[in-house]
C-alpha cells in the first residue's frame, strides 16, 4: 500500500514563532487531508488539499503531488495550537477509497 | 456542517465480554470507517463499508466485526473482548466520489479492557 511519513515527529516552540510539518508519499493520491487532534482525542480537518494551496487564518497548506509531498505551515503560534498534527492520503492507484495516515507530528508551543 | 456521533467517549467494559460501538452520521455518506488509534502507531484502519450490508476489510481486522443494517449506523463488535484491544477508537464517514472525497471524523471512544 502507500506510504505516509510526516518530519518532524516532535516540535517543540515559542509562543509566537512559525512552523513548517512536512508530509512525503510514496505513490499518486486522490485525497490529502490535514488533521489536528487536540488534547481530548478530537480530529479536526484543517485541510483537504490533493494538490496546490489553500489558507485559513495563520494556518496554510501546499501539496505538490508531482513530487510528492505537502507541507502544513502555522505562522504566530498559539498555545491552542499545541497537539498532534496528521496527514492522510487516498492512494489513486489502489482500487479503494480509504485513507493511510502518518504517524503524526505533535506540536508543543510553550508560552 | 457534518456531523459524525459515536455513541460513547469512554467506555470500560471486562475481558470476553462483547462490545459494541455505535456510529451515526447526519449526511447520507455512503462509505463509513472505524479506525484505531495507538501511540506511535497512527490510526489504523479495522473495517470500512461502501453501502449498507456491504463491509471490507481494513488493515487490522481480528477481533472486530462490523454490521451496516442502515446507511447512516456503523457498528464496531469486539466479539470477545481483550485487554490488546484497549484503545482509542474513531468513526468516519464521506461521500463516494470518482475521485477522493474529505472524511469527517466523530470525536471518539476511549475504551478500556480489564
Known amino acids: 500500500g502507500i506510504q505516509v511519513e510526516q518530519s518532524p515527529p516532535d516540535l517543540i516552540l515559542q509562543e509566537g514563532a512559525n512552523s513548517t510539518l512536512r508530509c512525503n508519499f510514496s505513490?499518486?493520491?486522490?485525497?490529502l487531508q490535514w488533521f489536528h487532534q487536540n488534547p481530548w482525542g478530537q480530529l479536526i480537518n484543517l485541510f483537504y488539499i490533493p494538490s496546490g494551496t489553500k489558507q485559513n487564518g495563520r494556518l496554510s497548506a501546499t501539496t505538490v503531488a508531482t513530487e510528492r509531498y505537502s507541507l502544513l505551515y502555522i505562522s504566530s503560534s498559539q498555545t491552542t495550537d499545541s497537539g498532534v498534527y496528521f496527514c492522510?492520503?487516498?492512494?489513486?492507484?489502489?482500487?479503494?477509497?480509504?485513507?493511510?495516515f502518518g504517524t503524526g507530528t505533535r506540536l508543543t508551543i510553550i508560552p | 456542517d457534518v456531523k459524525v456521533t459515536q455513541s460513547s467517549r469512554y467506555l470500560v467494559k471486562r475481558t470476553g465480554e462483547k462490545v459494541f460501538l455505535e456510529c451515526v452520521q447526519d449526511m447520507d455518506h455512503e462509505n463509513m470507517f472505524w479506525y484505531r488509534q495507538d501511540p506511535g502507531l497512527g490510526l489504523r484502519l479495522i473495517y470500512f463499508?461502501?453501502?449498507?450490508?456491504?463491509?471490507e476489510k481494513g488493515d487490522i481486522p481480528e477481533g472486530y466485526s462490523v454490521s451496516r443494517e442502515k446507511k447512516e449506523r456503523f457498528s464496531l463488535i469486539l466479539e470477545s473482548a481483550s485487554t490488546n484491544q484497549t484503545s482509542m477508537y474513531l468513526c468516519a464517514s464521506n461521500s463516494r466520489g470518482g475521485w477522493g472525497q474529505p472524511q469527517h471524523f466523530g470525536d471518539g471512544t476511549r475504551l478500556s479492557i480489564l
Open positions: 492522510a492520503v487516498e492512494g489513486a492507484n489502489f482500487g479503494n477509497e480509504k485513507l493511510t
Open positions: 505513490d499518486s493520491v486522490n485525497n
Open positions: 463499508s461502501y453501502d449498507v450490508k456491504m463491509k
